[in-house]
């Protein structure tokens, strides 16, 4: 038998649908590079993005025996990595380390000349949404993730709780999450995998 290197990826994904594990050390050793940089288009994390990547090829093994009917391998396996992307970033921005993210992408991207006509739009628009927030919310926000004070840090500052400053993040977060849905129709998620796509 030829060596796995010099297999398409066609005859490596029906030895890895019996199990062959060198066929499958081979597509991860083709595919990681490429997957991490998708994940890491999405979720903009390199925590996030090398947990999700590792997700993905765990799911390729654990569903190998599907791969028989599977004509493009690299096809199903770039449309599972965006899947699980998408779906990382709806449980991620319930985190304190997403709406963090969130702030700074705003941040970056409001300094980026080559931004296109949409990613503006959405972007006024989460900058919006977030100046209907109490003027309390306003500033921890600003202060938590403006000028990336922890939430200890800001308490102090404000002398209010760590816990009621938490709380005013998951306000902040709902407030946003439920305006894009009503108003814009999408959900939190595909909004910022637009925004991110760059």
């Known amino acids: 038998m030829l060596p796995v290197e010099s297999l398409s990826d066609f005859e490596l994904q029906q030895l890895l649908a ?23 288009k999405y979720l903009h994390s390199a925590v996030l993005s090398g947990d999700a990547t590792h997700d993905v090829f765990i799911k390729i093994w654990n569903k190998r025996e ?3 009917d599977i004509q493009l391998f690299k096809a199903y396996l770039f449309t599972m990595s965006r899947n699980l992307a998408l779906d990382n970033l709806k449980t991620a921005f319930r985190t304190e380390t ?15 000349v080559e931004e296109d006509r949409l990613t503006k739009e959405y972007l006024l628009f989460i900058e919006n949404t977030l100046a209907t927030l109490p003027q309390r919310s306003r500033e921890i926000f600003a202060l938590c993730r403006e000028q990336g004070k922890t939430y200890d840090e800001a308490a102090k500052e404000l002398g209010v709780s760590r816990n009621a400053i938490k709380n005013h993040m998951v306000l902040t977060m709902k407030v946003l999450s439920s305006k894009v849905e009503s108003e814009l129709g999408i959900s939190l998620s595909v909004l910022l995998a637009i925004v991110f796509k760059h």
Not at 18 to 40: F, H, I, T
Not at 98 to 112: C, D, F, G, V, W
């Open 66 to 68: 599907q791969l028989k």
């Open 18 to 40: 019996y199990g062959d594990k060198a066929a499958y050390n081979e597509l991860y050793a083709r595919y990681l590079v490429p997957v991490s940089r998708l994940m890491q």
């Open 98 to 112: 997403a709406i963090s993210q969130i702030s700074a992408s705003i941040t970056e991207y409001r300094n980026t």
